[in-house]
Structures are given as C-alpha cells and as structure tokens.
C-alpha cells in the first residue's frame, strides 16, 4: 500500500500568507503542490508545517468545490 502524501501548510512569516496543499505524488510542482516563494510579497524563508486538522478539511473542501 502506497502512503498517502499528508498535506502542508506552507506560511509566510512576512506578511501572513498560508497555503494547504496536498501533494498527488512524491514530486511536487511549485506553484500547485509546493512553492519555494511567497506567491504575495515574495519572501524565501516559508515555513512549512503539516496541515492541522481544521486546514486538512477546508482543504477537502475546497477541493470538492472544485470537483477534483
Ligand atoms: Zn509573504
């Protein structure tokens, strides 16, 4: 049995961005499943951190909004 990937919230110590992703596979793809710079105000120094539980599921959720 493959292990499923667990999600990652990626934060942004600057200005406050955070993202969940849940990674499909072992390869990531920044700029869906993983992002070396902050998409806002660009800072390189994210911290990364498993998703917790309330972000896990508006994760799943957002995804089932989308159809995926
Ligand atoms: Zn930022």
Redesign the pocket.
């Known amino acids: 049995m493959p292990i499923k990937p667990r999600p990652i919230t990626y934060e ?1 110590p ?2 406050g ?1 955070s993202k969940t992703v849940a990674p499909h596979s072992d390869c990531l793809i920044i700029g869906r499943d993983g992002f070396d710079t ?1 998409p ?2 660009g ?1 390189k120094n994210l911290a990364l951190r498993s998703a917790n539980l309330i972000e896990r599921f508006l994760l799943g959720f957002s995804s089932a909004l989308m159809g995926r």
């Open positions: 942004c600057t200005c961005w902050c806002k105000c800072d």
